[in-house]
């Protein structure tokens, strides 16, 4: 008799499945409980089968946590339908990355380690760039416009994501803040974002009467 080894699919454990399966138990995980949450055994657990059967189709936990943000990322770019206008570009790309990170907090937790590596992400932000230079600005304000249109971004959400909704502070300390008559977290994100977006407009015309 053969005796059975510890990575031996037990009795009713799938023996494999596909990437895609595990990117998306994955993805479930980690926006639950954070890209640490996210290990061989956790994942072996959902999805049926043993760790190894995980590790042989990732190639490795760094692998898999990379793949999964940036298969995350890249389907975000490539479903966007961009605009001519330059206006309308920045408040699609500012759309974009505030609706990624909201439905998926995992990519802004590994936004805060390191730029996101994703197919079309360096493309995205060149294009926002360029559509800043070709609005008026210069290159290093073009830069630096992009620049803060997405540190507001994932600052809004970091923010929103962190602290929850509004109704959950004590009524005494509402009843004081500097919100307790304007407190909406959409509004003010579409009101930060066109006050950004006015002040590139007073620079543009700032550069074309100089």
């Not at 043993?50 to 990379?66: E, F, N, Q």
């Not at 790309?93 to 390191?114: I, K, W």
């Not at 932000?125 to 507001?152: I, M």
Request: hydrophobic share 45%.
């Amino acid at each position: 008799m053969v005796a059975e080894s510890g990575d031996t699919a037990r009795v009713g454990r799938r023996k494999a499945v596909s990437h895609s399966e595990i990117l998306e138990a994955a993805t479930q995980i980690a926006d639950d409980g954070g890209l640490d949450a996210v290990s061989f055994r956790v994942l072996a657990d959902r999805l049926g089968i043993s760790p190894m059967a995980v590790h042989r189709t990732t190639g490795g936990i760094d692998a898999l946590r990379h793949d999964l943000v940036s298969t995350l990322v890249g389907e975000a770019v490539a479903g966007i339908e961009w605009p001519g206008e330059w206006h309308a570009v920045a408040r699609t790309f500012a759309d974009t990355l505030h609706d990624l990170l909201m439905r998926h907090p995992l990519v802004l937790e590994a936004h805060r380690q390191a730029a996101l590596e994703a197919p079309g992400a360096d493309d995205t932000a060149h294009r926002v760039v360029r559509a800043f230079r070709e609005a008026g600005l210069g290159d290093e304000q073009a830069t630096y416009a992009y620049a803060t249109l997405h540190d507001f971004v994932t600052g809004h959400v970091a923010i929103r994501l962190s602290r929850g909704d509004f109704g959950t502070v004590p009524a005494e300390r509402r009843a004081v803040s500097v919100y307790a008559a304007h407190h909406d977290y959409d509004r003010r994100f579409a009101a930060g974002v066109g006050l950004i977006l006015d002040g590139v407009a007073v620079a543009v015309g700032a550069e074309a009467r100089s």
